[in-house]
């Protein structure tokens, strides 16, 4: 299992030593939470901060966009050295032209679902992303408890994935701890964004590695 630690939890004051503190405790991926305060109810940042930060680890900067207007802020956080990024079936961007302009930088382009969004809403792209995130919570805050009633939703995105012999990895966001990531490993999730579970820890190497057993 590969781990995203969620920045998100992090002390803000000290965002580039988090990250080089995260890359050091052995996180594959760097899991940023980009909010607008309108298509979610928080706010959290933009791809200014991503840009100061991203000297801080060579690991990829997977950022997950719960905004409005993903379209219109894609090639910012492009420039601001995203390796993969993620926005919202439920947003109001057109989907496909969306992830057209993700890879028109030569990066990655996620689908993220929220709880109510079935798995058949990301059917038709499936073929031109890289990867569909399912939210195990609601978005917009951490420190929730997983939903493992998402674990179907998974089944059916990994299923027909391999139906149609596709390479799209499947994330999972939200509530994931060494209590719950058996059951998201179970169902086929290939890479976990972890939160609370790593930032509260004392020993967040620890977690991580204990994580990535699955
Ligand atoms: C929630 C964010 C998550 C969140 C995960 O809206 O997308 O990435 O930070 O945090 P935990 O692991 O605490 O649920
Ligand atoms: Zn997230």
Known sequence: MLIAPSLLSCDFSKMGEEVVRMDKAGADWMHLDVMDGHFVPNLT????????????SDKPFDVHLMISEPLRYIDDF?????DI???HAESDSDIAETIKKIKGHGIKAGLVLKPNTPASAAFPYLQDLDLVLVMT?????GGQRFMADMMPKVRE?????TRRGL????EAD???GADTIAQAAKAGVDVCVA?????KADNPAQVIRELQQY
Do not use: N, Q
């Open 45 to 56: 940042f933009g791809a200014p901060i991503i840009k100061w930060v991203r000297p801080c």
């Open 78 to 82: 492009a420039s601001a050295g995203a």
């Open 85 to 87: 990024i993620t926005f």
């Open 137 to 141: 919570v609601e978005p917009g805050f």
């Open 157 to 161: 995105l990994k299923e027909e994935i």
């Open 167 to 170: 390479d799209v990895l499947i």
């Open 174 to 176: 939200g509530g994931i």
């Open 195 to 199: 939160g609370t579970a790593v930032f």
